[in-house]
């Protein structure tokens, strides 16, 4: 058989061809992308937002009479922890208390023993769903965060609301679940009336710690410090260190007090007068 040369107009026939088959295929199939030609669509960049995790404690007393220490809990969700409760109510010691909504309505008795015991137990606001208050989609901890400054507004409000359809004085008093916020964040919240609880002293890093080692770290509280734990945990081995701190704290004649019965000092602008506030 005889091969002929291809001249120039078959060569320009066939590139049209081929040009006019890729074009068509291209826009028939509703998956072509960037890479299907060779290249990568371009990535987004990563979201930079700066989180926070204030700090919070008191001045120390004046006249050295002794130490003084801040217990708070945060009730998340779940149940109570009737170790910690019993020996707070045992021995007549103070305590402030951050509640969700849901935790208030999944726990009708013991907001009951709360009621009953307003000399001890401050209650303050743990916001609606346990949601981190940061207005930018991300997770911390695994828990997704609310996303917007409306969603941070709606799990604010909804937990006040919660505290005091239960019964409790408006709260004045916010913590948000992971108890980290962003700029903007922190700056809505405060706008919205409250001060924002952080701490100086983590009892039981969430209640994952073992009794042992929160035992440890509350007993170790100083004078002026704010400490965070659990109530809502009764089956963690956290709970009981905490209640065994509680008593070694008291047997060394540590002064207990809520937060609403101190001046409280937060950093990054949480606590600081504005005007309208209080």
Known sequence: ?????IGPDTMRAFATAALVFLAFGLAASPAASA????????AS??????????????AKAADGSGARVALTFDACMGAVDERIL???????????VFVTARWLRKNPATVAVFLAHPDLFEIENHGENHVPAIDVAMPV????AAGSPEAVSREVARGA????AAGFPAPHWFRGATAKYDRASIDEIRAMGYRIA???LNGDDGSLLGAGAAEKRIAAAKDGDVVISHINQPTHAAGQGVANAILKLKARGVEFVR???VEPVGDNDTTSARPGLF
């Open 1 to 5: 058989m005889e091969i002929r040369p």
């Open 35 to 42: 890479s299907d030609i060779g290249g990568q669509p371009p």
């Open 45 to 58: 960049p990563p979201l930079k937002v700066r989180l926070v995790e204030p700090k919070l404690h008191f």
């Open 86 to 96: 019993s020996t707070l109510i045992d021995e007549r010691i103070p305590a402030t």
């Open 141 to 144: 901890y695994g828990i997704p």
């Open 161 to 164: 609301e919660a505290v005091i």
């Open 198 to 200: 952080g701490y100086s």
């Open 259 to 261: 937060l609403a019965d």
